[in-house]
């Protein structure tokens, strides 16, 4: 399973970006989709997830300003971000809970994509 994201991108304060993750490979199942984040010097945080169902969950930090999605039919993943604030820098990396025809459910990471926001 190989995830490619998008979307990332240089913004100023209060702006606003779109992420996308796509998955593709010898998919059977993907189940819970999300999104975290790593600042210089920090550790890597979720910033929101989604279930197969649809059930959202978001950080505190991000909660009001970004939204969530993914489309099951197209293994897609996206992250609609508004009133982006400096602290919000950081690389964007998409992850997946999936499994292919044989195998077990794993966790896959993408290789993630930088939000710069300028204050």
């Known amino acids: 399973v190989q995830l490619q994201a998008s979307g990332g991108g240089l913004v100023q304060a209060g702006g606003s970006l779109r992420l996308s993750c796509a998955a593709s490979g010898n998919i059977f199942r993907i189940n819970a989709m999300a999104w975290y984040r790593q600042a210089p010097g920090k550790q890597r945080e979720l910033v929101a997830a989604?279930?197969?169902?649809?059930?959202?969950n978001y950080a505190d930090s991000v909660k009001g300003r970004f939204t969530i999605s993914r489309d099951n039919a197209k293994n897609t993943l996206h992250l609609q971000m508004n009133s982006l604030k400096p602290e919000d820098t950081a690389v964007y990396y998409c992850?997946?809970?999936?499994?292919?025809?044989?195998?077990?459910?794993?966790?896959?990471w993408g290789q993630g994509t930088q939000v710069t926001v300028s204050s």
């Open positions: 989604i279930t197969r169902g649809g059930v959202t």
């Open positions: 992850n997946v809970e999936a499994a292919t025809p044989m195998g077990p459910l794993y966790n896959y």
